[in-house]
């Protein structure tokens, strides 16, 4: 019998089969969430963190022996065969954790089918439009063709030296999508439970803030994007709840703001091209919305928002298309992806109109992408494994790159504020790459985890790169913490 994460006592590495993955991705989207989530604060003040965890950990990453390399998400993907069945199926499939043993894996036709019908019935039930899957068309092709190779493959060059730091903060059961840095201390937030956790860079000391949120007590509020302005402070997405909050990291108080389209799940803000969040000559930021196809502008004086309308993705229904992420160029224009929808977009603020492009692949998922100073995109694709990169001023293509790793799927590209240079997540391989952007060079560094599924990037001016563990569910990251972590890496 499948075991319910939603009431699971202990979610720890020894029960490799007993939990679905698709039940998860659904999870994560929105399901139905109560008896997972808790509320561990109730007041509105800091409060220091109990010693629950070891100390920051500190380590270099050494050559494994290839005899002895553990089998990554990558390395199962690599087997698959190459079309639109496999692009769909990262696509649908990996968006919360990687498919790999011991977790997120089946070995017979029963297995498959529970956990795909019972994950229909919930993406029914909720119109969430994840899963691209007719039922019955996967359980056939996951048993013809998902092979677990003895050990893992070498990558085809060699991995660069680097000393990783740990920061483990928060709670096991908490959702830790994004990290930032900024006052001293390096922030994550709790999609579950709506608490946003600082640690002191220099004396190591933790606090926790109960965002004041109105999400009902016990329940989540989605805490989902987290980016820094430039004037100093930290915002904050609530998918669930539709809210956007602002967190002032000298007072440590916030202001939440109220008013987005219900039903549309606030996504991400806009950023510009040195991965702050944007904002226009009158100070107004703007968030894309996952379940709606619209862009949303908000006065942070006022707390006003307006509504833009983009483009109706006609082969999907609205709530399918998953517009994603967005960029701001040098105009003021504003650049996003749809993942699902599998299209470029172009909102222009004077205007009001949007336009919209297929330049790519069929479901190559286009995700977390960049700008750089010259106006051009850099876009990760989750079903291929590729970066688009594209001239903006030109419109058009001027260069398709693949990851180093083959079967790995790039979450996110940020580009580094003091280098110039870009990072792209190995969401799939426990993997950062560094990205040349003069001659499109990687450079690899391992993760010193396995199972580290990453979705974002932080960069500070000590040459440091940040990171954090961001699987749902938190125990997909093999390590010894019972907490959500912070990574440091310091290239050697």
Not at 238 to 266: E, H, L
Not at 398 to 413: T, V
Not at 420 to 430: E, M, P, R
Request: glycine fraction near 8%; include cysteine; charge should be positive.
């Amino acid at each position: 019998m499948l075991q319910d994460p939603r009431i699971s006592a202990r979610m720890t590495s020894d029960v490799p089969h007993s939990r679905s993955f698709f039940f998860r991705l659904c999870f994560w989207a929105g399901g139905p969430l109560a008896l997972c989530c808790f509320f561990l604060f109730a007041q509105s003040v800091a409060s220091p963190l109990p010693p629950q965890h070891p100390p920051p950990s500190e380590n270099k990453t050494k050559p494994t022996p290839q005899s002895v390399l553990p089998v990554r998400s990558s390395d199962i993907i690599a087997g698959l065969p190459d079309g639109e069945m496999k692009r769909k199926f990262v696509v649908g499939c990996t968006p919360c954790h990687q498919i790999a043993p011991p977790f997120a894996m089946r070995y017979d036709k029963l297995g498959w089918d529970t956990v795909i019908k019972r994950m229909h019935q919930i993406d029914d039930d909720l119109e969430l439009r994840l899963i691209p899957f007719h039922k019955g068309e996967l359980t056939a092709w996951l048993l013809k063709h998902v092979k677990i190779p003895a050990h893992g493959a070498p990558p085809p060059r060699p991995e660069a030296k680097a000393a990783w730091k740990e920061y483990p903060i928060g709670v096991h059961k908490g959702f830790y999508h994004d990290v930032t840095i900024l006052g001293g201390r390096a922030w994550i937030v709790d999609y579950f439970g709506n608490i946003l956790y600082g640690v002191d860079l220099k004396t190591g000391a933790k606090q926790a803030f109960p965002v004041p949120i109105s999400a009902p007590k016990g329940k989540p509020a989605g805490a989902h994007s987290m980016d820094i302005s430039r004037d100093g402070e930290i915002w904050i997405t609530f998918t669930k709840t539709q809210q956007v909050a602002r967190f002032d990291t000298k007072t440590n108080t916030f202001r939440v703001y109220s008013g987005f389209q219900k039903g549309a799940n606030v996504q991400y803000f806009a950023l510009d091209v040195d991965r702050y969040v944007y904002k226009d000559p009158k100070g107004r930021v703007w968030v894309n919305h996952f379940s709606k196809e619209i862009l949303s502008r908000l006065d942070p004086k006022t707390g006003k928002i307006r509504v833009f309308q983009t483009p109706r993705t006609q082969r999907l229904p609205e709530e399918g298309v998953h517009l994603y992420a967005v960029v701001a160029d040098s105009k003021g224009r504003l650049w996003y992806t749809e993942t699902h929808g599998n299209r470029l977009g172009m909102l222009d603020p004077t205007t009001g109109k949007a336009e919209e492009w297929e330049l790519f692949v069929s479901w190559s998922g286009p995700k977390r992408l960049a700008i750089d100073p010259q106006d051009r995109l850099w876009i990760p694709h989750l079903g291929t494994g590729g970066i688009t990169v594209y001239d903006t001023r030109q419109r058009k293509i001027i260069k398709q790159l693949s990851l180093p790793i083959p079967g790995d799927y790039p979450y996110a590209i940020r580009r580094n504020r003091y280098t110039g240079d870009l990072w792209v997540t190995g969401t799939g391989s426990d993997s950062l790459y560094r990205l040349n952007p003069a001659n499109y060079q990687f450079t690899l560094y391992r993760l010193p985890r396995k199972g580290a599924y990453t979705r974002t990037v932080d960069f500070t001016k000590d040459g440091y790169i940040w990171t954090c563990y961001g699987s749902f569910p938190n125990y997909h990251t093999i390590m010894p913490y019972q907490s959500g972590v912070i990574v440091r890496l310091s290239p050697q």
